[in-house]
């Protein structure tokens, strides 16, 4: 029976946003009331096109039917099992579909819920495998300036946002690579040119500290939130490469680049490089349900399946681990993938969207543009003394015009649904063209 509750709450103020201006927001709420395909309804009834896929997640497109149905039957038939010593069937055929579309060797699961508890748990796994191998002395962790890896602890340590390290403190032992946002690479298609030297920083870590008191390393292969750094050519090749010479283990944050986003199922597929663990999230439900992975590689869970049998050999672990309906959600999800070909229709589309966002080189305030995948990026020159303003009006106009758009410092972010039509991209690009020649 449908509930009986006003289309806009009258009350706004209990709920505390996240990552969000939140006296703005509720002196103009921006609405959603519900989502088909490409599209959001807002609750005063305007269609708004998805040019971000929710938050980099809903790759399928919104409210497919095979995936609400999915949904709705798991929660009628196992609403719940325990996730720790027992199991249902779903968490395992989802874990072997995921096995199935992981690079070569990534032949283990460990089920999350978000992208940052994927990231926590990476970290844990990679200095619980050293350890398991005798190698407890292997602490430090590296990451990069701007890598984005999520909210928590471990996340925002071998992260690099700023403000987060203005805020929060930090892991110990953590140090960073330098980004690999070049202006020389300034409007680049595609993969850029320069900076493959940028990864050289690992090797000159590994004489100052010890290469053997690095655990591992953590990049995304194409940053999204920090406001889509690309790798330049070479870049992951020569940090696989500085890795293996030390024993140092390479993560990959793939929670925006799992499932399709590069036109393959993982960006370690697109660039030819595989690292020893990988983390997702996001697309893996399409968006619809909380669920995240950690994908390993067999040396790397094989370290710990040792000692006595009844001990618990990961001491690790969240209550929705795997849970029925998200595991239903996911093998609903992959299997749309796979019907529609959408990760080969994400590399088909790419050369169109290409062209697309690139047209907007040439207007107002653009200093740059950068795509890769069904990704684009168009970043503008900041307002003096008021950083990020210029992106989010630009946001905001955007939203009245009919086309959502994610704002990240004054970059502008689009990664649309993997359903995207032609059509679809022109208004996008259109519209933001519009936008973009209003901007102050
Ligand atoms: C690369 C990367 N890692 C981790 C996260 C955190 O994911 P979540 O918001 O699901 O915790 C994000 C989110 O955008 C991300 O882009």
Not at 14 to 19: D, E, G, L, N, R
Not at 50 to 66: E, F, K, Y
Request: aromatic share 8%; charged share 20%; hydrophobic share 40%.
């Amino acid at each position: 029976m449908a509930l009986d509750r006003p289309t806009v709450p009258n009350d706004l103020s209990a709920f505390w946003m996240p990552f969000t201006a939140n006296r703005q927001f509720k002196n103009a709420p921006r609405m959603f009331a519900s989502a088909k395909d490409m599209h959001y309804k807002t609750t005063d009834g305007r269609d708004v096109l998805d040019g971000t896929a929710g938050l980099w997640c809903c790759n399928a497109g919104h409210c497919r039917p095979r995936i609400v149905e999915a949904i709705q039957k798991q929660a009628a038939e196992l609403d719940y099992a325990p996730a720790f010593q027992m199991g249902h069937p779903r968490a395992f055929e989802l874990a072997s579909a995921v096995r199935d579309i992981a690079p070569e060797g990534m032949e283990h699961v460990f089920f999350t819920n978000s992208g940052s508890e994927s990231v926590e748990t990476a970290l844990k796994i990679a200095l619980a495998y050293h350890r398991a191998k005798g190698e407890g002395h292997r602490t430090r962790l590296v990451g990069r300036e701007k890598g984005y890896h999520g909210v928590n602890f471990g996340g925002i340590s071998v992260g690099g946002i700023t403000n987060n390290k203005r805020m929060f403190p930090s892991l110990p032992n953590v140090t960073h690579l330098p980004a690999t946002h070049l202006k020389e690479n300034f409007f680049s298609r595609g993969q850029p040119e320069h900076g493959a030297d940028l990864a050289d920083e690992l090797e000159r870590q590994a004489a100052i500290y010890g290469g053997e008191t690095i655990a591992a390393c953590i990049v995304e292969p194409v940053a999204g939130s920090a406001g889509v750094i690309l790798p330049p050519k070479g870049y992951l090749e020569r940090i696989r490469e500085i890795c293996d010479r030390h024993g140092i283990l390479l993560i990959f944050d793939e929670v925006i680049t799992g499932f399709g986003r590069l036109g393959a199922a993982f960006a370690a597929d697109r660039f030819g490089v595989i690292p020893d663990l990988i983390t997702c999230a996001k697309g893996l439900t399409s968006g619809v349900i909380p669920m995240g992975a950690v994908l390993a590689s067999n040396d790397i869970h094989d370290a710990f399946m040792h000692g006595p049998e009844h001990v618990i050999e990961f001491f690790h672990g969240y209550t929705y681990s795997g849970s029925p309906i998200a595991s239903a959600a996911g093998l609903a999800t992959l299997e749309v993938y796979k019907e529609e070909s959408l990760f080969e229709r994400a590399r088909e589309l790419e050369g169109y969207w290409e062209d697309a966002v690139h047209s907007l080189a040439h207007h107002p305030h653009v200093i740059d543009v950068r795509n890769l995948g069904l990704i684009g990026a168009i970043e503008l020159e900041p307002i003096a003394g008021e950083p990020t303003k210029r992106a989010f009006s630009a946001f905001l106009d955007a939203y009245e015009q009919g086309i959502l758009i994610r704002t990240t410092g004054d970059i502008i972010a689009m990664s649309p649904p993997l359903i995207i039509e032609k059509a679809h991209i022109d208004q996008l690009v259109e519209t933001l063209s519009g936008v973009l020649k209003r901007l102050q």
